[in-house]
Protein backbone atom coordinates (compact mmCIF):
# COMPACT_ATOMS: atom_id res chain seq x y z
CA UNK A 1 0.00 0.00 0.00
CA UNK A 2 1.71 3.10 -0.76
CA UNK A 3 0.63 5.55 2.29
CA UNK A 4 2.26 8.74 0.17
CA UNK A 5 -1.14 8.60 -1.97
CA UNK A 6 -3.84 8.76 1.20
CA UNK A 7 -5.62 12.12 1.11
CA UNK A 8 -6.38 14.36 4.11
CA UNK A 9 -10.09 12.83 3.79
CA UNK A 10 -9.56 9.27 3.76
CA UNK A 11 -7.08 9.91 6.84
CA UNK A 12 -10.36 11.27 8.73
CA UNK A 13 -12.81 9.16 7.76
CA UNK A 14 -10.08 5.93 8.65
CA UNK A 15 -9.52 7.34 12.19
CA UNK A 16 -13.45 8.37 12.83
CA UNK A 17 -13.64 4.50 11.27
CA UNK A 18 -11.09 3.40 14.60
CA UNK A 19 -12.54 5.59 17.12
CA UNK A 20 -16.08 3.56 15.95
CA UNK A 21 -14.76 0.25 16.66
CA UNK A 22 -12.68 1.08 19.82
CA UNK A 23 -14.84 3.36 21.73
CA UNK A 24 -17.69 0.72 22.93
CA UNK A 25 -14.73 -1.65 23.36
CA UNK A 26 -13.42 1.02 25.75
CA UNK A 27 -16.51 1.76 27.59
CA UNK A 28 -16.86 -1.76 28.25
CA UNK A 29 -13.57 -2.27 30.29
CA UNK A 30 -14.97 1.14 31.91
CA UNK A 31 -17.41 -0.43 33.20
CA UNK A 32 -16.38 -3.46 34.40
CA UNK A 33 -13.74 -1.33 36.55
CA UNK A 34 -16.16 0.88 37.85
CA UNK A 35 -19.44 0.28 39.72
CA UNK A 36 -22.55 1.47 38.64
CA UNK A 37 -24.41 1.70 41.60
CA UNK A 38 -28.68 1.82 40.53
CA UNK A 39 -30.87 3.20 42.99
CA UNK A 40 -35.01 2.56 42.44
CA UNK A 41 -36.91 5.31 43.24
CA UNK A 42 -40.43 6.43 42.64
CA UNK A 43 -40.22 9.54 40.55
CA UNK A 44 -43.70 11.23 41.95
CA UNK A 45 -42.60 11.20 45.74
CA UNK A 46 -41.21 14.89 46.04
CA UNK A 47 -38.84 15.90 48.26
CA UNK A 48 -37.15 12.68 47.80
CA UNK A 49 -37.67 11.73 44.48
CA UNK A 50 -39.07 13.32 41.30
CA UNK A 51 -38.54 14.70 37.85
CA UNK A 52 -38.35 18.30 37.61
CA UNK A 53 -39.65 21.39 35.42
CA UNK A 54 -36.14 20.78 33.13
CA UNK A 55 -37.21 17.18 33.54
CA UNK A 56 -34.13 15.77 35.30
CA UNK A 57 -34.68 13.23 38.49
CA UNK A 58 -33.61 15.60 41.54
CA UNK A 59 -34.86 15.15 45.15
CA UNK A 60 -32.72 14.68 48.49
CA UNK A 61 -32.44 10.89 48.46
CA UNK A 62 -30.86 11.04 45.01
CA UNK A 63 -28.49 13.92 45.95
CA UNK A 64 -27.42 11.92 48.76
CA UNK A 65 -27.06 8.75 46.51
CA UNK A 66 -24.98 11.18 44.09
CA UNK A 67 -22.55 12.31 46.69
CA UNK A 68 -22.22 8.30 47.68
CA UNK A 69 -21.00 7.50 44.39
CA UNK A 70 -18.72 10.53 44.35
CA UNK A 71 -16.69 9.93 46.80
CA UNK A 72 -16.61 5.88 46.20
CA UNK A 73 -16.04 6.50 42.51
CA UNK A 74 -19.19 4.70 41.86
CA UNK A 75 -21.66 5.46 38.30
CA UNK A 76 -24.90 6.47 39.55
CA UNK A 77 -27.61 5.28 37.82
CA UNK A 78 -31.26 6.53 38.81
CA UNK A 79 -33.83 4.11 38.12
CA UNK A 80 -37.33 5.48 38.44
CA UNK A 81 -39.66 2.71 39.28
CA UNK A 82 -43.36 1.24 39.61
CA UNK A 83 -43.49 1.20 43.70
CA UNK A 84 -45.59 -1.94 43.10
CA UNK A 85 -43.00 -3.78 41.41
CA UNK A 86 -40.01 -2.26 43.90
CA UNK A 87 -39.48 -5.75 44.96
CA UNK A 88 -39.31 -7.59 42.24
CA UNK A 89 -36.92 -4.93 40.39
CA UNK A 90 -34.51 -5.48 43.45
CA UNK A 91 -35.01 -9.34 43.95
CA UNK A 92 -33.56 -9.61 39.92
CA UNK A 93 -30.99 -7.18 40.26
CA UNK A 94 -32.49 -4.54 37.99
CA UNK A 95 -31.63 -2.05 40.96
CA UNK A 96 -29.03 -2.12 43.88
CA UNK A 97 -31.29 -0.84 46.64
CA UNK A 98 -34.64 1.32 47.33
CA UNK A 99 -33.57 4.94 48.30
CA UNK A 100 -36.67 7.04 48.04
CA UNK A 101 -38.22 7.45 51.82
CA UNK A 102 -38.26 4.14 52.32
CA UNK A 103 -40.00 2.94 55.30
CA UNK A 104 -38.01 0.64 57.57
CA UNK A 105 -41.50 0.38 60.26
CA UNK A 106 -42.94 -3.10 59.72
CA UNK A 107 -40.24 -4.35 57.19
CA UNK A 108 -37.63 -4.56 58.93
CA UNK A 109 -36.99 -7.96 58.19
CA UNK A 110 -37.66 -8.02 54.75
CA UNK A 111 -34.45 -6.57 53.31
CA UNK A 112 -31.09 -5.63 54.75
CA UNK A 113 -31.16 -2.24 56.08
CA UNK A 114 -29.02 0.75 56.45
CA UNK A 115 -29.44 2.64 59.69
CA UNK A 116 -32.21 5.66 60.00
CA UNK A 117 -31.50 8.81 58.38
CA UNK A 118 -34.53 10.36 58.36
CA UNK A 119 -37.51 10.26 61.24
CA UNK A 120 -40.85 10.54 59.58
CA UNK A 121 -44.20 10.77 60.45
CA UNK A 122 -47.68 9.97 58.67
CA UNK A 123 -50.06 12.80 58.73
CA UNK A 124 -53.44 13.44 57.15
CA UNK A 125 -54.09 16.26 54.97
CA UNK A 126 -57.41 17.78 54.04
CA UNK A 127 -58.69 21.05 51.90
CA UNK A 128 -58.33 24.16 54.20
CA UNK A 129 -62.63 24.28 54.20
CA UNK A 130 -62.93 20.98 54.89
CA UNK A 131 -65.24 20.35 57.68
CA UNK A 132 -62.52 17.56 59.27
CA UNK A 133 -60.24 19.26 61.85
CA UNK A 134 -59.19 16.05 63.73
CA UNK A 135 -58.72 12.51 63.21
CA UNK A 136 -61.75 11.38 64.71
CA UNK A 137 -64.01 13.48 62.23
CA UNK A 138 -62.49 11.21 59.42
CA UNK A 139 -65.28 8.18 60.47
CA UNK A 140 -67.49 7.93 57.84
CA UNK A 141 -64.98 9.81 54.94
CA UNK A 142 -63.12 8.48 52.37
CA UNK A 143 -59.34 8.51 52.92
CA UNK A 144 -56.62 8.20 50.05
CA UNK A 145 -53.19 6.35 50.64
CA UNK A 146 -50.56 5.38 48.23
CA UNK A 147 -50.29 1.71 47.42
CA UNK A 148 -48.06 -0.28 49.76
CA UNK A 149 -47.00 2.87 50.98
CA UNK A 150 -46.42 3.22 54.82
CA UNK A 151 -49.51 5.10 55.46
CA UNK A 152 -51.34 1.97 54.55
CA UNK A 153 -49.31 -0.22 56.38
CA UNK A 154 -49.85 2.66 59.49
CA UNK A 155 -53.61 2.02 59.08
CA UNK A 156 -54.07 -1.65 58.08
CA UNK A 157 -50.66 -3.47 58.47
CA UNK A 158 -50.09 -6.24 60.76
CA UNK A 159 -48.10 -4.06 63.14
CA UNK A 160 -50.87 -1.32 63.51
CA UNK A 161 -51.90 -0.22 66.83
CA UNK A 162 -54.97 -0.86 67.20
CA UNK A 163 -56.28 2.67 67.45
CA UNK A 164 -55.20 2.91 63.70
CA UNK A 165 -57.42 0.13 62.83
CA UNK A 166 -60.53 0.71 64.25
CA UNK A 167 -59.92 4.29 62.70
CA UNK A 168 -59.53 2.49 59.37
CA UNK A 169 -61.99 0.72 59.78
CA UNK A 170 -63.99 3.76 60.36
CA UNK A 171 -63.88 4.95 57.02
CA UNK A 172 -66.36 4.70 54.01
CA UNK A 173 -62.97 3.46 52.21
CA UNK A 174 -59.37 3.72 52.25
CA UNK A 175 -58.70 4.60 48.68
CA UNK A 176 -55.42 3.15 47.24
CA UNK A 177 -53.86 5.45 44.35
CA UNK A 178 -50.83 5.04 42.70
CA UNK A 179 -49.36 8.02 43.33
CA UNK A 180 -49.64 11.40 45.28
CA UNK A 181 -50.32 13.82 42.46
CA UNK A 182 -53.49 11.72 41.45
CA UNK A 183 -54.24 11.61 45.30
CA UNK A 184 -54.59 15.28 45.64
CA UNK A 185 -56.41 15.72 41.83
CA UNK A 186 -59.15 13.45 43.71
CA UNK A 187 -59.07 15.47 47.33
CA UNK A 188 -59.52 18.85 45.21
CA UNK A 189 -62.29 17.75 43.18
CA UNK A 190 -64.33 16.48 45.86
CA UNK A 191 -63.72 12.71 45.12
CA UNK A 192 -62.07 11.97 48.61
CA UNK A 193 -62.19 13.33 51.63
CA UNK A 194 -58.41 13.16 53.32
CA UNK A 195 -55.20 11.61 52.08
CA UNK A 196 -52.89 10.00 54.58
CA UNK A 197 -49.18 10.89 53.72
CA UNK A 198 -45.99 11.28 54.83
CA UNK A 199 -45.11 14.41 56.22
CA UNK A 200 -42.42 15.81 54.34
CA UNK A 201 -44.06 14.85 51.40
CA UNK A 202 -47.37 16.74 52.49
CA UNK A 203 -45.16 19.57 53.66
CA UNK A 204 -43.81 20.05 49.96
CA UNK A 205 -47.12 19.21 47.92
CA UNK A 206 -48.81 22.01 50.28
CA UNK A 207 -46.59 24.47 49.61
CA UNK A 208 -46.51 23.43 45.75
CA UNK A 209 -49.96 23.55 45.08
CA UNK A 210 -50.85 27.06 46.71
CA UNK A 211 -50.86 26.50 50.41
CA UNK A 212 -54.68 25.18 49.32
CA UNK A 213 -54.24 22.28 51.94
CA UNK A 214 -53.96 21.89 55.43
CA UNK A 215 -51.89 19.10 57.75
CA UNK A 216 -54.40 17.95 60.84
CA UNK A 217 -52.54 18.18 64.11
CA UNK A 218 -52.68 14.66 65.42
CA UNK A 219 -50.07 12.75 63.76
CA UNK A 220 -51.35 8.86 62.58
CA UNK A 221 -47.75 7.34 63.51
CA UNK A 222 -44.15 7.84 63.65
CA UNK A 223 -41.61 6.02 61.48
CA UNK A 224 -37.83 5.98 60.30
CA UNK A 225 -36.71 6.15 56.33
CA UNK A 226 -33.74 3.90 55.46
CA UNK A 227 -31.83 2.24 52.65
CA UNK A 228 -32.92 -0.91 51.68
CA UNK A 229 -30.88 -3.29 49.87
CA UNK A 230 -31.55 -6.98 48.82
CA UNK A 231 -31.75 -9.43 52.14
CA UNK A 232 -28.31 -10.55 52.66
CA UNK A 233 -26.53 -8.21 50.89
CA UNK A 234 -24.30 -6.05 53.88
CA UNK A 235 -21.45 -5.97 51.33
CA UNK A 236 -22.96 -2.72 49.50
CA UNK A 237 -24.91 -1.70 52.37
CA UNK A 238 -21.55 -1.26 54.49
CA UNK A 239 -19.57 0.69 51.86
CA UNK A 240 -22.95 3.20 51.40
CA UNK A 241 -23.42 3.72 55.56
CA UNK A 242 -20.02 4.27 56.22
CA UNK A 243 -19.38 7.09 52.99
CA UNK A 244 -23.24 8.22 54.90
CA UNK A 245 -21.68 8.42 57.94
CA UNK A 246 -18.51 10.09 56.85
CA UNK A 247 -21.06 12.92 54.92
CA UNK A 248 -22.43 13.91 58.27
CA UNK A 249 -18.79 14.02 60.04
CA UNK A 250 -18.13 16.71 57.24
CA UNK A 251 -21.38 18.57 57.40
CA UNK A 252 -22.02 17.52 53.59
CA UNK A 253 -25.06 15.37 54.45
CA UNK A 254 -27.14 18.26 56.79
CA UNK A 255 -26.49 20.58 53.74
CA UNK A 256 -27.97 18.76 51.86
CA UNK A 257 -30.94 18.35 53.85
CA UNK A 258 -31.29 21.76 54.47
CA UNK A 259 -31.35 22.47 50.48
CA UNK A 260 -34.29 19.84 50.69
CA UNK A 261 -36.31 21.97 54.15
CA UNK A 262 -35.55 18.34 55.68
CA UNK A 263 -32.96 19.31 58.67
CA UNK A 264 -35.27 18.66 61.26
CA UNK A 265 -36.08 15.51 60.19
CA UNK A 266 -32.39 14.01 60.54
CA UNK A 267 -31.59 11.24 62.87
CA UNK A 268 -28.71 9.46 61.10
CA UNK A 269 -26.40 8.80 63.92
CA UNK A 270 -23.12 6.56 64.32
CA UNK A 271 -24.16 4.99 67.43
CA UNK A 272 -27.43 2.90 66.36
CA UNK A 273 -26.88 -0.56 65.25
CA UNK A 274 -27.85 -2.95 61.93
CA UNK A 275 -30.89 -4.73 61.78
CA UNK A 276 -29.36 -7.70 60.23
CA UNK A 277 -32.11 -10.51 59.15
CA UNK A 278 -31.12 -13.92 57.15
CA UNK A 279 -33.44 -15.22 54.59
CA UNK A 280 -36.30 -17.50 55.65
CA UNK A 281 -38.29 -19.36 52.93
CA UNK A 282 -42.26 -19.18 53.36
CA UNK A 283 -43.45 -22.21 54.99
CA UNK A 284 -46.55 -21.99 52.54
CA UNK A 285 -46.75 -24.74 50.07
CA UNK A 286 -46.67 -23.31 46.43
CA UNK A 287 -51.24 -24.93 46.19
CA UNK A 288 -51.87 -22.91 49.63
CA UNK A 289 -50.23 -19.80 47.79
CA UNK A 290 -51.97 -20.16 44.59
CA UNK A 291 -55.17 -20.60 46.39
CA UNK A 292 -54.35 -17.98 48.50
CA UNK A 293 -53.59 -15.04 46.04
CA UNK A 294 -56.43 -16.46 43.71
CA UNK A 295 -59.11 -16.03 46.63
CA UNK A 296 -57.21 -12.01 47.25
CA UNK A 297 -57.68 -11.56 43.13
CA UNK A 298 -61.08 -12.30 43.03
CA UNK A 299 -63.21 -9.28 44.06
CA UNK A 300 -60.35 -7.68 41.20
CA UNK A 301 -61.60 -10.17 38.63
CA UNK A 302 -65.17 -9.06 39.42
CA UNK A 303 -64.29 -5.53 38.77
CA UNK A 304 -62.83 -6.70 35.58
CA UNK A 305 -65.68 -8.34 34.46
CA UNK A 306 -68.48 -5.85 35.55
CA UNK A 307 -66.13 -2.80 33.12
CA UNK A 308 -65.77 -5.70 30.16
CA UNK A 309 -69.51 -6.54 30.37
CA UNK A 310 -70.93 -3.04 30.58
CA UNK A 311 -68.53 -1.57 27.80
CA UNK A 312 -69.38 -3.55 25.39
CA UNK A 313 -73.46 -3.43 26.43
CA UNK A 314 -73.35 0.40 25.44
CA UNK A 315 -70.29 1.04 23.20
CA UNK A 316 -71.50 -1.55 20.36
CA UNK A 317 -75.03 0.10 19.92
CA UNK A 318 -73.51 3.12 20.54
CA UNK A 319 -70.71 2.54 17.73
CA UNK A 320 -73.90 1.65 15.13
CA UNK A 321 -75.22 5.64 16.10
CA UNK A 322 -72.02 6.67 15.43
CA UNK A 323 -71.52 5.37 12.26
CA UNK A 324 -74.75 6.50 11.30
CA UNK A 325 -73.56 9.87 11.82
CA UNK A 326 -70.02 9.14 10.26
CA UNK A 327 -71.90 8.30 7.20
CA UNK A 328 -74.56 11.13 7.28
CA UNK A 329 -75.13 13.11 4.09
CA UNK A 330 -75.35 16.39 6.48
CA UNK A 331 -72.03 17.90 6.90
CA UNK A 332 -72.06 19.30 10.06
CA UNK A 333 -72.93 15.81 11.76
CA UNK A 334 -70.44 13.91 9.35
CA UNK A 335 -67.24 16.08 10.97
CA UNK A 336 -68.35 16.16 14.40
CA UNK A 337 -68.59 12.70 14.53
CA UNK A 338 -65.21 12.44 12.27
CA UNK A 339 -63.11 14.78 14.72
CA UNK A 340 -64.77 13.11 18.17
CA UNK A 341 -63.03 9.92 16.83
CA UNK A 342 -60.38 11.23 15.55
CA UNK A 343 -59.71 12.59 18.89
CA UNK A 344 -60.79 9.69 20.44
CA UNK A 345 -58.29 7.25 18.21
CA UNK A 346 -55.56 9.67 18.91
CA UNK A 347 -55.05 9.91 22.75
CA UNK A 348 -54.27 7.58 25.22
CA UNK A 349 -57.32 5.58 26.70
CA UNK A 350 -55.66 6.73 30.24
CA UNK A 351 -55.95 10.45 29.43
CA UNK A 352 -59.85 9.69 28.50
CA UNK A 353 -60.44 8.53 31.79
CA UNK A 354 -58.92 11.32 33.55
CA UNK A 355 -60.86 13.62 31.57
CA UNK A 356 -64.04 11.70 32.29
CA UNK A 357 -63.39 11.54 35.75
CA UNK A 358 -61.50 15.09 36.78
CA UNK A 359 -63.62 17.06 33.75
CA UNK A 360 -66.79 17.65 35.70
CA UNK A 361 -64.99 19.72 38.80
CA UNK A 362 -61.97 20.71 37.07
CA UNK A 363 -63.95 22.31 33.72
CA UNK A 364 -67.66 22.92 35.11
CA UNK A 365 -66.41 22.82 39.39
CA UNK A 366 -69.41 19.94 40.00
CA UNK A 367 -68.58 17.76 42.89
CA UNK A 368 -68.79 14.55 41.87
CA UNK A 369 -69.65 11.56 44.77
CA UNK A 370 -67.73 8.87 45.52
CA UNK A 371 -69.48 6.04 43.45
CA UNK A 372 -69.04 8.20 39.92
CA UNK A 373 -65.78 7.00 39.99
CA UNK A 374 -66.88 3.64 38.52
CA UNK A 375 -69.38 5.28 36.42
CA UNK A 376 -66.42 7.41 34.91
CA UNK A 377 -65.08 4.34 34.24
CA UNK A 378 -67.66 3.14 32.37
CA UNK A 379 -68.13 6.44 30.46
CA UNK A 380 -64.66 6.26 29.57
CA UNK A 381 -64.46 3.09 27.87
CA UNK A 382 -67.76 3.27 26.21
CA UNK A 383 -66.89 6.23 24.55
CA UNK A 384 -63.34 5.14 23.70
CA UNK A 385 -64.79 1.58 22.37
CA UNK A 386 -67.83 3.22 20.76
CA UNK A 387 -65.35 5.00 18.22
CA UNK A 388 -63.58 2.09 17.12
CA UNK A 389 -66.74 -0.25 16.78
CA UNK A 390 -68.17 2.96 14.52
CA UNK A 391 -65.54 2.52 12.44
CA UNK A 392 -65.35 -1.18 11.92
CA UNK A 393 -69.03 -0.96 11.55
CA UNK A 394 -68.57 1.51 8.31
CA UNK A 395 -65.71 -0.88 7.26
CA UNK A 396 -68.47 -3.48 6.83
CA UNK A 397 -70.99 -1.65 5.43
CA UNK A 398 -69.01 -0.28 2.66
CA UNK A 399 -67.50 -3.69 1.72
CA UNK A 400 -71.30 -4.58 0.57
CA UNK A 401 -71.70 -3.89 -3.04
CA UNK A 402 -73.80 -1.20 -4.69
CA UNK A 403 -75.74 -3.64 -6.48
CA UNK A 404 -77.68 -4.91 -2.66
CA UNK A 405 -78.24 -0.88 -2.40
CA UNK A 406 -79.88 -1.10 -6.53
CA UNK A 407 -81.67 -4.48 -5.57
CA UNK A 408 -83.60 -3.56 -2.88
CA UNK A 409 -84.79 0.06 -4.01
CA UNK A 410 -86.10 -1.99 -6.96
CA UNK A 411 -87.93 -4.19 -4.52
CA UNK A 412 -89.26 -1.21 -2.69
CA UNK A 413 -87.48 -1.65 0.45
CA UNK A 414 -87.42 1.09 3.09
CA UNK A 415 -84.60 2.11 3.99
CA UNK A 416 -84.86 0.60 7.58
CA UNK A 417 -85.55 -2.14 5.73
CA UNK A 418 -83.05 -2.86 3.53
CA UNK A 419 -80.39 -1.29 6.32
CA UNK A 420 -81.79 -4.28 9.19
CA UNK A 421 -82.56 -7.01 7.10
CA UNK A 422 -80.28 -6.61 4.14
CA UNK A 423 -77.13 -4.94 4.99
CA UNK A 424 -76.79 -5.59 9.14
CA UNK A 425 -76.99 -9.48 8.68
CA UNK A 426 -74.39 -9.25 6.17
CA UNK A 427 -71.80 -6.50 7.99
CA UNK A 428 -72.36 -8.86 10.91
CA UNK A 429 -70.52 -11.36 9.03
CA UNK A 430 -67.89 -9.26 7.64
CA UNK A 431 -66.96 -7.81 10.74
CA UNK A 432 -66.56 -10.49 13.47
CA UNK A 433 -62.74 -10.92 13.20
CA UNK A 434 -62.47 -7.16 13.75
CA UNK A 435 -64.39 -7.09 16.51
CA UNK A 436 -63.19 -10.14 18.31
CA UNK A 437 -59.68 -8.15 18.06
CA UNK A 438 -61.18 -5.25 19.80
CA UNK A 439 -63.07 -7.31 22.23
CA UNK A 440 -59.69 -9.05 23.34
CA UNK A 441 -58.31 -5.97 23.61
CA UNK A 442 -61.16 -5.27 25.87
CA UNK A 443 -60.19 -7.47 28.33
CA UNK A 444 -56.95 -6.63 28.48
CA UNK A 445 -57.43 -3.08 28.77
CA UNK A 446 -59.69 -3.32 31.47
CA UNK A 447 -56.39 -2.60 33.32
CA UNK A 448 -56.61 0.88 32.32
CA UNK A 449 -59.01 1.43 35.24
CA UNK A 450 -56.17 2.11 37.75
CA UNK A 451 -55.52 5.55 36.43
CA UNK A 452 -58.71 7.14 38.23
CA UNK A 453 -57.57 4.82 41.01
CA UNK A 454 -60.29 1.80 40.52
CA UNK A 455 -59.04 -1.18 41.91
CA UNK A 456 -59.70 -3.91 38.97
CA UNK A 457 -57.82 -7.24 38.53
CA UNK A 458 -54.29 -6.16 37.99
CA UNK A 459 -53.78 -3.70 39.78
CA UNK A 460 -55.09 -5.58 42.92
CA UNK A 461 -52.49 -7.95 41.85
CA UNK A 462 -49.82 -5.41 41.27
CA UNK A 463 -50.69 -4.09 45.48
CA UNK A 464 -50.61 -8.02 46.79
CA UNK A 465 -47.48 -8.64 44.87
CA UNK A 466 -45.85 -5.53 46.49
CA UNK A 467 -47.34 -6.56 49.93
CA UNK A 468 -46.24 -10.20 49.58
CA UNK A 469 -43.10 -9.33 47.50
CA UNK A 470 -43.71 -12.00 45.31
CA UNK A 471 -44.36 -11.66 41.52
CA UNK A 472 -46.73 -14.87 41.93
CA UNK A 473 -49.98 -12.78 42.03
CA UNK A 474 -49.25 -10.99 38.78
CA UNK A 475 -48.87 -14.38 36.87
CA UNK A 476 -52.10 -15.71 38.10
CA UNK A 477 -53.48 -12.69 36.62
CA UNK A 478 -51.71 -13.38 33.70
CA UNK A 479 -53.61 -16.41 33.79
CA UNK A 480 -57.07 -15.37 34.38
CA UNK A 481 -56.57 -13.27 31.40
CA UNK A 482 -55.57 -15.72 29.46
CA UNK A 483 -58.78 -17.58 30.18
CA UNK A 484 -61.00 -14.99 29.96
CA UNK A 485 -59.73 -14.19 26.30
CA UNK A 486 -59.80 -17.98 25.53
CA UNK A 487 -63.47 -18.05 26.21
CA UNK A 488 -63.97 -14.44 24.20
CA UNK A 489 -62.02 -15.86 21.08
CA UNK A 490 -63.94 -19.31 21.37
CA UNK A 491 -67.13 -17.62 21.30
CA UNK A 492 -66.42 -15.28 19.05
CA UNK A 493 -65.14 -17.89 16.34
CA UNK A 494 -68.39 -20.03 17.50
CA UNK A 495 -70.48 -17.43 16.16
CA UNK A 496 -68.32 -16.64 12.46
CA UNK A 497 -68.54 -20.33 12.18
CA UNK A 498 -72.37 -20.23 12.64
CA UNK A 499 -72.27 -16.69 10.32
CA UNK A 500 -70.49 -19.10 7.29
CA UNK A 501 -73.49 -19.57 5.84
CA UNK A 502 -72.56 -19.34 1.93
CA UNK A 503 -69.71 -21.52 2.54
Known sequence: MNFKKISLPQIIVLLSLILYICTPLFSLCYADSVKTFTVGFDAEFPPYGYKDESGEYVG???????????????????????????DMELKTGAIDCIWNGFTMNGREDKYTWSTPYVDNSQVVVVKKDSEIKDISSLSGKIVAVQADSSALAALTGEDATEKNKALANSFTELQQVGDYNSAFLNLESGAIDAICMDIGVANYEIK???????????????EEYGIGFLLGNTETRDEVQETLLEMLGDGTFIKIAEKWGLESSICLSAEDSYIDNEFTENEQTFIEKLIHVSGQLADGLVSSLAIFLLTLFFSMPLGLLITSGRMSKFTPIRWIIKIYISIVRGTPLMLQLLVVFFGPYFIFGINTPASYRFYAVIIGFTLNYAAYFAEIYRSGIQSIPKGQYEACDILGYSKSQRFFKIMFPQMVKNI????????????????????ISYTEM???????????????PLFIAGIFYYIFNFIVAFIMEYIENKLNYFR
Open 458 to 472: FTLAKQVAAAETTIM
Open 432 to 451: IPSVTNEVITLVKDTSLAFA
Open 60 to 86: FDLDLAKEVCDRRGWILKKQPIDWNSK
Open 208 to 222: SRGNLFIILDEHISS
